[in-house]
């Protein structure tokens, strides 16, 4: 199967972190967030059932505005709040097998491609 990887291309990081994908060679499926917005069940199946915290942009002005560093969503929540306004994610996300890596953490990117 082969790797999957959300991105949006009006965010520097998710651009850096897929320019350096496609300079490795590594051929993987692409999602971009502008053009094929995620909706509730994507986010749903993406999540599973991992902690929320992590896939929560910390910069985005609906984190901040409901004050989610101090009072976490629920998943259910989260996953609305993600679906309603896909910047709450954080991001670029890079899906291998049953592993999913959240932020531009190229090494981290590296070691899974590798298994």
């Not at 053009?35 to 991992?50: T, V």
């Not at 993600?82 to 670029?92: A, D, G, I, W, Y």
């Amino acid at each position: 199967m082969k790797p999957r990887l959300i991105w949006k291309k009006t965010c520097d990081s998710c651009r850096r972190f897929k320019k350096a994908l496609d300079e490795m060679g590594v051929d993987y499926e692409g999602r971009e967030m502008n053009s094929e917005p995620l909706d509730a069940q994507y986010l749903s199946a993406l999540m599973g059932e991992r902690e929320v915290k992590p896939f929560l942009n910390t910069r985005n002005v609906v984190y901040r505005e409901q004050g989610l560093s101090k009072n976490p969503p629920s998943r259910a929540q989260a996953i609305a709040l993600m679906s309603e306004t896909n910047n709450l994610l954080r991001r670029p996300v890079l899906i291998v097998g049953d592993e999913i890596l959240i932020g531009a953490d190229l090494d981290r990117a590296k070691t899974l491609l590798s298994q």
